[in-house]
């Protein structure tokens, strides 16, 4: 079994490197699509939440608010670490159970990839068997981010200046996945890592 770390900046194509992963047999486990599904109608999550915030974030279906969920917390640090430590615990059983899963099935060959977006800031990267960097240079990432996610260009470039250098992800690596390029290309680095992963 290996755990390794994915990470990125903000655009880079860590979703996309994930899922290349995954088609060649990788488990990935991304937490914020965990959270995601936490936050879904019906899970102890959402209730936790709606009580501690108010049901007026939830619409007629019984479906957050994200938007205004995430009102409440962005200026509050204390409703944000309320927040916190409602899905945090919750997000963290989750990923455990998908690892425990993900090696139950294959004791000895488990390829286990945990999508972390804030690698180099949360400090966390020697807490895995190795770390899967994807680099993309600045202005392509600004153009994904603007043509595909509609984001203003100051404000993808504001969140892009937030997060750590290229250079300090480079100092983490053990793999650098360039993305730059086309998805073919990004693909063929992918299998390549992966072939040196399940032949050592
Ligand atoms: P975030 O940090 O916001 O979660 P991310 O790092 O997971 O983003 P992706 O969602 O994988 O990035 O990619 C950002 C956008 O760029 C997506 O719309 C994706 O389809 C597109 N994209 C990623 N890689 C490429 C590529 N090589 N060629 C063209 N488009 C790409």
């Known amino acids: 079994m290996r755990h390794l770390a994915l990470t990125g900046g903000i655009g880079s194509g860590k979703s996309t490197v994930a899922q290349f992963f995954a088609e060649q047999g990788a488990t990935i486990i991304d937490a914020d699509a965990i959270s995601r599904s936490l936050m879904e109608p019906g899970q102890r ?14 619409d007629d279906s019984g479906v957050l608010d994200r938007q205004a969920l995430a009102n409440i917390v962005f200026n509050d640090v204390a409703a944000r670490e309320r927040l916190n430590d409602i899905v945090h615990p919750a997000v963290r059983t ?6 425990e899963e993900a090696v139950a099935a294959d004791p000895e060959n488990a390829i286990i990839i945990q999508d972390i977006p804030l690698l180099v800031e949360t400090g966390q990267a020697n807490a895995y068997d190795g770390v899967i960097v994807v680099d993309t240079d600045h202005a392509t990432r600004l153009q994904r981010l603007v043509e595909t996610r509609g984001m203003e260009p100051d404000d993808a470039n504001a969140r892009i200046a937030a997060q750590a250098t290229d ?23 992918v299998e390549a890592v992966w ?5 050592n």
């Open 195 to 199: 072939t040196q992963l399940t032949t």
């Open 94 to 99: 989750e990923s455990k159970r998908q690892r």
């Open 167 to 189: 250079a300090q992800r480079h100092a983490i690596a053990d793999w650098i996945i360039h993305n730059s390029g086309s998805l073919e290309d990004t693909r063929t680095q």
């Open 45 to 58: 999550v959402l209730a936790d939440v709606v009580t501690e915030f108010g049901e007026h974030l939830l």
